[in-house]
């Protein structure tokens, strides 16, 4: 699985593709395929904190700048298409209202049936503004529908956990504390918007599939 999730990355337009892990298995199974991989501290709490750690390295090594972005993808998503990486990158180079200066977090939401993802709490739902910024994340049913009979024709955000942040900004961002959302839903997300930090949306209409649960691998077996 990691080995296809790094070859799909290595087919998007980013610069550089790294695996950052603190399993040995992980490590040497990436290193027996040729994967550029690192080897990172067992202590981090989440990808984020990971992603940091190999910034800050590739910024003493001066192979990163503070306005570079990184993009973290996470190994549990063996369908990712190169496509959906590009446009989470086109985010923050495009000349519009999402411009170069105002973008420092961006993340991908997908359109699907409200009945079919809204009582799974393994899909994180996602309500957003007008300017497509993230109002809030939730594994519960978000918005709720009072009128059931609506919800039975509605269309929500899925939340494609596909992250995109400015060097600075992700090193900002693992300073924060956990914060009360964060540890009500499980969602580290929440802990930048309760500190205020605005996290822009990109609609894409590619479906993934991430493996949460052994239940997953067994439904997506057959595809590989």
């Known amino acids: 699985m990691i080995q296809r999730v790094y070859e799909q990355a290595k087919q998007s337009s980013v610069n550089e593709v790294v695996i950052a892990t603190d399993s040995e298995l992980i490590f040497n199974h990436a ?12 202590h981090h709490q ?20 503070g306005d570079d972005v990184i993009i973290n993808v996470q190994g549990d998503e063996p369908f990712l298409k190169p496509e959906q990486i590009n ?21 991908l939401i997908k359109s699907v049936k409200y009945d079919k993802i809204a009582a799974e709490p393994n899909i994180v739902k996602v309500v957003i503004d007008t300017k497509q910024r993230a109002l809030y994340f939730s594994r519960s049913p978000i918005p709720f529908y009072r009128n059931s009979t609506e919800s039975q024709s509605a269309t929500c955000w899925k939340h494609v956990g596909i992250y995109g942040y400015r060097v600075t900004t992700l090193l900002k961002l693992v300073q924060l504390e956990p914060s009360s959302l964060e540890k009500i839903e499980m969602l580290e997300q929440l802990r930048w918007l309760e500190n205020g930090y605005n996290i822009r949306t990109c609609p894409t209409t590619e479906e993934t599939i991430s493996i949460d649960t052994p239940e997953d691998l067994l439904k997506i077996s057959n595809k590989f």
Request: glycine letters at 6%.
């Open 31 to 42: 290193k027996k395929f040729g994967g550029n991989v690192v080897m990172t501290s067992e």
């Open 46 to 65: 989440s990808g984020t904190e990971r992603c940091a750690e190999v910034a800050k390295m590739l910024l003493q090594q001066n192979a990163l700048k």
């Open 87 to 107: 446009t989470l990158i086109a985010r923050f180079s495009a000349n519009t209202f999402f411009s170069k200066r105002t973008v420092k977090i961006a993340t």
